[in-house]
């Protein structure tokens, strides 16, 4: 699967939109692109998944490149319970079943 | 729809002991995967289950273990337990996985193994 850069935290003040960037240069065309979320000592929240559309639900929007080389995650009206690890992780279609976490990014929402 | 449970949440055992965790998927989901979370090695795959068969295998040693039940109820069991086991133990379910992209994992509130 291919690797994925996050920056380590980020901050975003409360009813403002958290942009959170991810950077997955050596992806390949089968990969999509995952996002989840660790509050603390909880399991990790599945927020959204795309593989070369902008996708959006209730929780999101994902923005993907055209060349898909990176994304943004966008929580559109943060809340302090969003405070949280966010995970991007890119995973194969195929064989690779497993997901690769990295470091992810600790976003805090400010009051 | 009830999500993944795992059993029990908290567990403190003392070195040498094993320990079996538990994890019951979301309903009509087949595949049962397990991590293991720590600190300083962050969040790392030990196995998969599917069809009561273990499909795929982190780097872990044979201490670790799993197995898979034919209502896809899953259990771990850890055995000769180390200090470094002290982990928060983490099942995700998906419906069919094969591996497709759509597959998506959906995590329990995990097990939260102590070692002294």
């Known amino acids: 699967d291919a690797k994925t850069t996050q920056p380590p935290s980020m901050d975003c003040a409360e009813g403002r939109a958290a942009n959170l960037p991810c950077n997955h240069s050596t992806i390949s065309g089968n990969e999509y692109v995952y996002w989840y979320r660790q509050i603390h000592s909880q399991g990790p929240q599945y927020i959204i998944h795309?593989?070369?559309n902008n996708e959006t639900n209730e929780m999101a929007s994902l923005i993907i490149t055209e060349d898909r080389k990176s994304s943004t995650l966008i929580l559109p009206h943060a809340t302090l319970r969003d405070t949280a690890v966010y995970y991007c992780i890119v995973r194969n279609s195929g064989s690779a079943r497993q997901l690769t976490f990295g470091s992810g990014t600790q976003l805090t929402v400010l009051p | 729809k009830a999500g993944v449970t795992q059993t029990p949440r908290y567990l403190i055992k003392t070195r040498g002991q094993q320990v079996t965790l538990s994890c019951s998927p979301i309903?009509?989901?087949?595949?049962v995967s397990w991590y293991q979370q720590t600190p300083g090695q962050g969040l790392q795959f030990l196995f998969e289950?599917?069809?009561?068969?273990?499909?795929n295998k982190g780097n872990f040693p044979g201490r670790f273990s799993g197995r898979q039940f034919s209502n896809s109820r899953s259990e771990m069991n850890v055995s000769t337990l180390e200090l470094g086991d002290s982990a928060l133990y983490l099942c995700?379910?998906?419906?069919?996985?094969?591996?497709?992209?759509?597959?998506?994992?959906?995590f329990g509130p995990g097990t939260r193994l102590t070692v002294l």
């Open positions: 795309g593989l070369k």
């Open positions: 289950y599917f069809s009561e068969t273990q499909r």
């Open positions: 309903s009509g989901h087949r595949s």
């Open positions: 995700a379910s998906s419906l069919v996985g094969q591996g497709a992209g759509t597959d998506t994992q959906y």
